[in-house]
């Protein structure tokens, strides 16, 4: 694919075996590939793990210097951990709030993808990504998303509602599956 962007349907795609989505973002897309990303990749894993950990460690540590009674210590690990829990979850919807802030004002996108890469067109914006850019990728029941490594927080979402056709998330998957690594 060209990588100097532009309208999709002057792009070099294969005919065969390219693939349509047309659809408009929204924040519940956004806030279920974190979840998934979360769930399914190590970092997400990390990420979603690590105010709950830090909690635990603090409550301990505080308890032990400060030789808090055991029903005293218990009772703070049952609050705090479940706090931590809840404030990763509030982080991750307000992450995903945030991301979805940022291609909002693109409105409703066209996304054409080949085994060379894909080329997405907003009402205000283009561009054009090789699979490269992507290390991995996952499938929620609605979501196709794009993960950039663990050590980059690249995440690309693209709604299956935006199917042209039937068989369209079907080679969509074909495609990410010659292209990418499935997790």
């Known amino acids: 694919m060209d990588s100097k962007g532009g309208d999709p349907s002057h ?6 075996t390219a693939v349509e989505f047309v659809y408009r973002p929204t924040a519940a897309d956004f806030e279920e590939a ?48 479940p706090v931590a829990f809840w404030a990763t979850v509030r982080g991750l ?12 004002p693109y409105g409703q996108c ?22 490269t850019v992507f290390r991995e990728y996952l499938e929620t029941p609605g979501l196709f998303v794009l993960l950039s490594g663990d050590r980059a927080a690249g995440v690309a979402v693209l709604p299956k509602r935006g199917a042209q056709d039937r068989g369209d998330v079907d080679r969509l998957r074909a495609i ?6 499935r997790l």
């Open 34 to 81: 974190l979840r998934a990303r979360a769930r399914r990749s190590p970092s997400g894993r990390a990420q979603a793990l690590m105010a709950p950990l830090v909690a635990l460690i603090a409550v301990s540590v505080f308890s032990v210097l400060q030789d808090a009674p055991l029903p005293v210590w218990i009772i703070s690990l049952v609050l705090a951990v």
């Open 11 to 16: 792009q070099h795609t294969d005919s065969g």
């Open 110 to 131: 066209r996304m054409v993808a080949d085994d060379h890469g894909a080329v997405s067109t907003g009402e205000r914006v283009s561009f054009t990504v090789d699979w």
């Open 176 to 181: 990410l599956d010659r292209n990418l690594k």
């Open 93 to 104: 919807r307000t992450m995903a709030r945030r991301m979805f802030s940022i291609v909002e």
